[in-house]
């Protein structure tokens, strides 16, 4: 097993849609948009027999966990805002379930999507991997209806040993006290704030970028792009700007179509990124 250039951790989800389900959570989003941004892909995933994570994401290295379900979301959207239930969830992903050549990764997302990566999984990778981590599925219950809130995370730091943690305003159970915390314990945090752009944490501020123009059709995965995107450009550059940038154009041509079919290439970020200098962190 050789050592990808990208690995994702995270359980693959069941998302309900009109006429079945989908493959979705942030592992398959992240692999995708890694794999069209030119990286070697590596997926570490708990996922029941029926569902082929390999088949689904040919180009990667697939780690497939037994599980005996799978992480089954139903989503829908009013006024920007997503309403999700959870049907059924997952499997825990320790951290020596890690290959042991993935340790020394040059990028890792850890993306779970209902807490099942197991928090000290940051501090398994090389001191030289770029190594960030999507706070929301650390940030999730259900309630007795099996609708999906946001909750704070009582449990040992998710964030110990990363680079970057990914978080939406929407992810914030308490008012911020957390956000103060993690900027205070990693060296960068990037909030995105959905139609209305995005914050980024670094340096011992804070400054905001709009949104590049896009008509939105479907924001499913939008996140996982940003993310994504984000830590190639970081660790091809160390520039927090130009990843800051990147990821946003990434995430907004995302969301100008349905599912993974609109997740980008790296000539349609760059192209983006030409048409609209003006978008930067100030």
Same mark, same amino acid.
């Given at each position: ?170 992810? !914030?159970?308490? +008012? *911020?006290?957390? #956000? %103060? ?8 945090? @990037?909030?995105?704030? /959905? ?57 907004? !041509?995302?969301? +100008? *179509?349905?599912? #993974? %079919? ?8 760059? @192209?983006?990124?030409? /048409? ?7």
């Amino acid at each position: 097993m050789g050592t990808p250039d990208f690995i994702v951790v995270g359980n693959v989800t069941r998302d309900v849609v009109r006429d079945g389900w989908r493959m979705g959570g942030t592992v398959t989003f992240a692999a995708v948009q890694a794999e069209r941004l030119g990286n070697s892909v590596g997926v570490l995933t708990r996922a029941p027999a029926d569902i082929d994570v390999a088949a689904a994401l040919p180009f990667a290295q697939v780690v497939q966990l037994d599980a005996a379900t799978a992480t089954t979301f139903e989503n829908s959207y009013e006024g920007g805002r997503r309403q999700q239930h959870i049907r059924s969830a997952g499997e825990a992903i320790l951290a020596t379930d890690l290959p042991e050549p993935w340790r020394a990764a040059p990028i890792v997302l850890l993306g779970p999507v209902f807490g099942e990566v197991a928090p000290t999984c940051g501090r398994e990778f090389s001191p030289r991997t770029v190594v960030g981590v999507s706070a929301q599925g650390w940030l999730r219950s259900a309630d007795a209806e099996g609708r999906v809130v946001h909750t704070r995370w009582a449990g040992e730091p998710f964030w110990r040993g990363v680079d970057v943690l990914f978080v939406s305003d929407e992810d !914030l159970a308490d +008012g *911020g006290e957390d #956000l %103060e915390r993690w900027c205070a314990e990693v060296p960068a945090v @990037a909030m995105t704030e /959905s139609w209305r752009g995005a914050r980024v944490y670094s340096d011992g501020r804070w400054r905001r970028m709009a949104a590049f123009p896009e008509t939105e059709v479907d924001p499913t995965g939008a996140g996982d792009t940003f993310a994504t995107a984000f830590l190639i450009r970081l660790h091809e550059t160390g520039d927090i700007d130009e990843a800051a940038r990147f990821g946003a154009a990434a995430a907004s !041509l995302s969301v +100008g *179509g349905v599912g #993974l %079919e609109a997740v980008p290439t790296r000539a349609e970020v760059e @192209a983006r990124l030409r /048409s609209h200098p003006e978008v930067v962190l100030r």
